[in-house]
């Protein structure tokens, strides 16, 4: 297992040829996955006992903050600060103005952690629209159905477009590749997109695909549903 970086441009510096590492790939693992591992590697401690203690020893934590100390062990430290300007030795603290802050900062054993990490460079993927789901507003479906002239919600990520350019948008492309485009934008998010169906669409199977240019880049760049939708 390795730290899988990809290099792309750092636009944060005025040297247009430098370039910034972003983490690719990284899986998230919760507390199960953490007792899973720990009992495979021998444990005589059950999944039920471990989430128990460990259930325990969150909330030891909790109470340990919530009266005002600090915590140190050897995965974390956390402590607590208090931002905000004050204005004379007088003043008390005031919600409206200030606020309780908890730091967590790494502790020895999370360091030794990083040290130890083997990394590895990849090709940086491209960046382009996703989607993942496609609602039909008037059949109530998602991945099935096109109601010409009805609404439509688009779910999935880097999806934001120009409503005003005619290269970018929401296009319906028919099995003849003729392509359709939405003209009308209800939301116009990077997450989700509502948008008018062409109330022209005949009959027949569909890809919807999203058109746009995304922050930093100039070209139009595309992306399609996995599945078709069907116009009855």
């Not at 693992?29 to 720990?38: C, K, P």
């Amino acid at each position: 297992m390795s730290l899988k970086y990809a290099l792309y441009p750092n636009y944060l510096t005025t040297d247009p040829n430098d370039y910034m590492a972003i983490v690719q790939d990284q899986e998230s693992h919760e507390i199960e996955d953490i007792i899973d591992l720990m009992i495979s590697r021998g444990s005589t401690v059950t999944k039920a006992e471990a989430l128990s203690v460990i259930e325990e020893y969150e909330a030891a934590i909790e109470k340990v903050l919530e009266g005002g100390d600090s915590v140190n062990t050897s995965i974390m430290r956390v402590t607590g600060s208090m931002p905000g300007v004050f204005n004379d030795l007088t003043d008390r603290y005031d919600e409206s103005r200030h606020y309780v802050r908890l730091n967590m900062n790494p502790g020895p054993r999370v360091k030794r952690a990083a040290q130890n990490i083997e990394v590895e460079k990849i090709e940086a993927d491209r960046p382009e629209p996703a989607l993942k789901l496609f609602e039909d507003v008037a059949s109530d479906t998602t991945n099935e159905t096109l109601t010409p002239g009805g609404v439509a919600k688009i779910t999935g990520r880097l999806l934001k477009v120009d409503p005003e350019a005619t290269d970018q948008g929401v296009f319906f492309i028919a099995d003849d590749g003729t392509s359709t485009r939405s003209d009308t934008y209800i939301r116009n998010k990077p997450a989700n997109l509502i948008v008018m169906i062409p109330e022209s669409l005949p009959s027949g199977e569909y890809s919807v695909e999203v058109r746009t240019i995304l922050q930093n880049t100039k070209s139009v760049r595309s992306g399609r549903l996995n599945s078709t939708v069907v116009v009855p």
